[in-house]
């Protein structure tokens, strides 16, 4: 959880005393179903929620506790009697700790997510904005890095809207698969504790039961969830890197805003450089990373070993936190992008019209060429209007073989930037629907 | 793709042979809509069909050409023009080479993941069978690598079943991400052919239309399917793992069957090893190594750029072959499982009773103890257990603090296996549904 | 960077504190290079040392200027500024962020690698005491967790100490190879400034000179430095996973020190779990998810991108303060293990003397069997001893294919322990000199 | 080990064939000192190596014997015995499986690190011999992919020339650590075979003895060797995306040499793709991500588990395979690319000076102005020339804030390439030694 790409919200759901909190309500929700069940005092349950409920948890107490107890949970429980008083006992009747916190690290997950669905929104919105502002905004695509057919700048963004809304979907089946509680005692046989208890705690945390667990949910769980961050990170690398291309100083057809005041070299004063999408790069490496120990994780021995715990103190804020950061920043990204749509035009026409080369191949393929010939036929005009020897219009004009399939006029209505631009509306409509 | 841990169901997905008859019927499909928008002739539609229909592709022919062309999209169509005579020209109209791999791709994905349908389904059969048979043969369940409480040998294979459907459920959502169709062209802009192309082909062979490509499918969609193929990876980890545990000399509560003839090592002829659940070990290691490359893949330059080529050609075979032989072999090692119930008590019952200590807890606190005072003398009556110093229910009834609370009567009725295993019904009936 | 496991010498080495003052050092060595060279006046590099020496940087307030330049080493050298007065336009004259940056990381890495050589030694050192110790107390070694043959407990940590000590190695090459300096300027050309600038502060600072930088120092040196961490991490997994396995209810040959006053699980009090083995498991993950992003931070683009730096500000500190963290702690589990010397030699001769049966297998190769059939008269007579049906010797005896090879004295004459250990010493003094 | 990624030579080191050799001659040298030793009669050694050294193995029939008896190496002695008839019961005495086993793939990966190096020579001899043929040609260094300072096309591949020299050293290394040979018998301790067959055999064979041995060859220094790789290729992956920037359509400053009759494009005749370079990103993936797997194969179980194997049989073969010839491929890049310095000076001179402007700051500085407001008036001269609107030098000189530092002609001669250049020798010097 590195500070500087740490936002405030995400952030308090991983802090000590959300945790504590959230491990106290699941012992209050669950003395009241023992309660209910007649294994504690209902009084007992209700003096949980009373002193318990207004207690301000010590961390730097449940340190020292744990110090000597080397062990948590206890620490914690010690601590919450010292609030709690002699009912305390009552406490975590029948429970053990990995029902405190598995249950835990599923709420704050799924809290997680739910602020990454507001994030990936705006993201969206962004997205769906800027793609409409630019759907008919015409630009050179480009394969291999190289100049290929005409599209628009809107198409592009459209695409980018597409894979962050299947990045939302994987994000909400994997909130949904780790939104699980369990309350099943030490090994998972619900010994000591009814299975009605976990199902009472479950509605009341926003949570389902875990059908089996094995004294920790499995975590299998958890790997789903974190390799759905994984691709979605990924998904940010794309768009950061695109921004990054257009950028570069031989293209520059957008480019990143920046602010007044705001410098981008130490030393050479005249950059502006794609500093944020970069950055995102970077982001996205590091969410991504926490992919493999979370795969890692879900091969625990017998009932559950502790190996995971470690790996997710490290993981569960970083990954979330990150890419809540991530998101973020791309959005402001995205919001603020400054596009240069004359440029976009130029850049295109620079190769002398080869970006047409296409349709000439097919248009001399209807008109009888065979497809070696024709390939042939538009890769020798092509090649010097490569070189800036002469427009490929031109050169293919005066191709006495190329004549003899098309004439001029044929030629000359085969440059045509409509014809690309023909399907954007069937894209945009498959894309956002209307 | 490891000679020895392919299956010829799965290999055959990934052949040349396979691959040419896919891109065959893409651009045979695609031909047939093209013909009925006027596109093409009828006729040379017809002809595709008939006589590349009727073709036998020659590998080495068209690496040969390929070998020229630097290109296998071409060589492929100079060989089919081989077989298709002059109306050869009629195919591939107004599409890009990438419309025919990535569809390709999305088909041969959808097939090796109907496969590992059939492979977990299999797995889940075998585990539900097992789990049935030793519903209630009580083994202790360990935490820690340490003996805890009882649970049985159903409720834990009960707990993997359910991690496999959870993995085939992800598979599912994965299949439903890759199977779309990409017929748009050279940047995805429809520009040389109607969208109802896609459409056509689509249907044809059993996808959806990408909504918006690139040239390419986007890549964050291969991601999520390898990611989840790397996630029933480590399920199967962890269920390896366990029956590896279960084998130790020491512990040997169940072993994987040990065919006649069978040697286990060259020096020792003793030995019975659990190789084939340390291979699965090895296997899962093998299939989520694909998971970062892939995810790699997803940030392809502006339209696209050709480096995920390579990597899915690795990718792509080794994942869904390995997991195909690796879900077999497990669905095997389940199915003839040799199981040891008598074993399982024994080691149960050789920490002399120390399994009860959670009991024991909680009904001295129900008598009035504080958490901390049962603790306490719980603690200090089973240590000498542990040591072998005399059984735990033996040192409870001889410590006067504990006969303050309990009867020994009392304390006799806590030692009871019942008690452990009284939910394994509700456990049952939530995984099982029944 | 997890505050639970973080030791204060190495974080502080990640400090802001620390890193401004690097900083700082870096660029008044330059100045006083610059001075002698005479492009900035010897009274400045003076002033710049007196005032910039005394400075306490506020790390606030240089986060308060970043937020309006966007820049960290300019907001740094604004902040100096405040103290060095007028004299601060003669500093960093010449350079580029970069050289302060990726020579400061030089200088981080270097020292945290000295830290973590201190962290091996110790290690080092209490796996040699307790090879030593342990040296001759026979065990049984095993390989798929199966009964093998005899081996000691001394050879067993021997191993583990050959295999740190090739980490130490690496960790050293590792260093070597970061230890470098790059003040190079804007695109590593010594444009504006000049060689031996870079000469004299790579002295001064520790290191090495960085031959061809491109602004930044190759990131496949910092590569190569976390894949070294890498591997140590997965040496600590693997002797983690040893000693988890050593205090198996069923094995209980060793155990991890537990200290008085700690609680082992807070339901079940009987509970002596390795959790500081498991914590290790997870540590040892952690610390090798930093190589990935490593390894994708070398293909920076061109002369560089800044993607690398968000990534290192992740794994740089985290890599580095886990794994010094972990080598604590293991150092710790390894000195204070607690070993049971008796209990190796009850589950040795638990299979009932089946792990001589190497050696009887020799003896009927040798007395003229052939390996087939002496590999067939060795397991019908292990077998039964395996399912706990007489002693092997007894069986062997009593079957009369044997006795046309070997007499009842020759057999007995094969099991005898010392046979197995007579080449200790040899392994010792391969492994410790002596 | 895809087929079109693979050559033969390499491919040769991990035939089937190539293997039972190395396992043969691994036993036969044994047999040699076993002999010495007069455990077996040296009649035996010598028809060991005449009728088995003559033996050509037959695949096949090793398959059809371990489809029975479920182990290779017994299969492979058994096959071995129908060779050598009844002197067949000397070999592997005392011996174990892994010994050949390990043993043999040493001798594999130091083979291939072999012919690695020889690869490796090939790009670094390429990679000098294209430095100095363009020590001197100016272009624009960039970073953040923005034009930022001149450097020359030499230097940056003398930075590559650097790089790849600590990969060679890196794999040198690498290549010292697996150079061991294990002959240690079932768990390492020579109870039945004399540490002398080991040493003997390891001379034999090229390697050193493995000081301490746990059946197997400890796996941190198969690790060691895969991340070594892993390194390489990802500064495999840093110069493949050096050129796919250098080809982009924008800048054209060199690209990858196109064959005679190659097609760029089915669809598109014009394009010239930088297609070997994306394919060496890819492939620089699919090597990078066999490091996590082999770090994961560290951990194994007490004296050996199983599970490393079927790991290793992947990724021996797929990364030494993928990585020579990527290495090969990109000699062949780097050998035939096309260079353009007449673009690289177009590109440079495009940004109207810019590239000038920390010198200009520099100078501002040293005539008086503090940082700060250098900084600001190189800023808003530098912003209007990067927007097309005058000159750079223009700009400065009609500013008279900046007129009040620097007359016209200082100004001028801060314009001047040679200025940049100065220090290429120093840099050549550094790197090539001359």
């Known amino acids: 959880?590195?500070?500087?790409?740490?936002?405030?919200?995400?952030?308090?759901?991983?802090?000590?005393?959300?945790?504590?909190?959230?491990?106290?309500?699941?012992?209050?929700?669950?003395?009241?179903?023992?309660?209910?069940?007649?294994?504690?005092?209902?009084?007992?349950?209700?003096?949980?929620?009373?002193?318990?409920g207004a207690a301000e948890f010590d961390v730097g107490r449940i340190d020292e506790i744990e110090r000597e107890v080397k062990?948590?949970?206890?620490?914690?429980?010690?601590?919450?009697?010292?609030?709690?008083?002699?009912?305390?006992?009552?406490?975590?009747?029948?429970?053990?700790?990995?029902?405190?916190?598995?249950?835990?690290?599923?709420?704050?997950?799924?809290?997680?997510?739910?602020?990454?669905?507001?994030?990936?929104?705006?993201?969206?919105?962004?997205?769906?904005?800027?793609?409409?502002?630019?759907?008919?905004?015409?630009?050179?695509?480009?394969?291999?890095?190289?100049?290929?057919?005409?599209?628009?700048?809107?198409?592009?963004?459209?695409?980018?809207?597409?894979?962050?809304?299947?990045?939302?979907?994987?994000?909400?089946?994997?909130?949904?698969?780790?939104a699980v509680c369990a309350i099943s005692g030490a090994v998972g046989t619900f010994a000591n504790i009814d299975p009605s208890v976990e199902e009472h705690v479950a509605v009341k945390m926003g949570l389902k039961v875990e059908p089996v667990s094995t004294q920790v949910i499995a975590r299998d769980r958890h790997a789903a969830y974190f390799t759905a961050l994984a691709v979605i990170a990924s998904s940010i690398e794309r768009l950061a890197t695109e921004i990054r291309h257009l950028q570069r100083t031989e293209v520059l057809e957008a480019e990143e805003f920046f602010s007044k005041g705001q410098k981008g070299s130490s030393a050479?004063?005249?950059?502006?450089?794609?500093?944020?999408?970069?950055?995102?790069?970077?982001?996205?490496?590091?969410?991504?990373?926490?992919?493999?120990?979370?795969?890692?994780?879900?091969?625990?021995?017998?009932?559950r070993d502790i190996s995971h715990s470690s790996v997710e103190r490290g993981i569960g804020p970083d990954a979330t936190v990150h890419l809540d950061f991530a998101l973020n920043r791309l959005a402001g990204v995205?919001?603020?992008?400054?596009?240069?749509p004359e440029r976009m035009l130029d850049n295109m026409n620079s190769l002398n019209g080869l970006i047409f080369s296409q349709r000439v191949l097919l248009a001399l393929t209807q008109a009888g060429a065979s497809r070696e010939e024709a390939y042939s036929l538009v890769q020798r005009n092509a090649m010097p209007a490569w070189r800036g020897e002469g427009l490929f219009l031109d050169n293919l004009k005066a191709d006495k073989d190329v004549a003899a399939h098309l004439s001029g006029a044929e030629l000359e209505s085969l440059f045509d930037l409509s014809y690309h631009t023909k399907n954007v509306d069937v894209i945009f409509k498959r894309v956002f629907g209307n």
Chains 1, 2, 3, 4 share one sequence.
């Open 268 to 303: 050479m004063p005249h950059k502006r450089n794609p500093v944020l999408t970069e950055n995102l790069t970077g982001l996205a490496r590091l969410v991504r990373m926490c992919a493999t120990p979370a795969l890692e994780n879900v091969a625990l021995w017998h009932e």
């Open 1 to 52: 959880m590195i500070p500087r790409y740490t936002r405030p919200e995400m952030a308090a759901i991983w802090s000590d005393a959300a945790k504590y909190r959230i491990w106290f309500e699941i012992e209050a929700h669950a003395a009241d179903r023992l309660a209910e069940l007649g294994v504690i005092p209902a009084s007992a349950a209700k003096t949980i929620w009373e002193k318990g």
């Open 71 to 178: 062990h948590d949970v206890i620490a914690f429980l010690t601590h919450l009697a010292e609030f709690v008083g002699e009912d305390a006992r009552f406490v975590h009747q029948g429970m053990t700790s990995s029902d405190v916190l598995d249950t835990c690290l599923s709420v704050q997950l799924t809290r997680a997510a739910d602020l990454l669905f507001a994030d990936m929104d705006r993201v969206l919105s962004a997205l769906k904005k800027r793609a409409l502002e630019h759907k008919n905004d015409v630009c050179v695509g480009r394969s291999h890095g190289i100049h290929a057919e005409p599209t628009t700048f809107g198409v592009k963004l459209a695409g980018f809207y597409a894979e962050f809304e299947r990045g939302r979907q994987r994000l909400e089946a994997a909130r949904e698969e780790i």
């Open 334 to 340: 995205v919001e603020n992008l400054v596009v240069y």
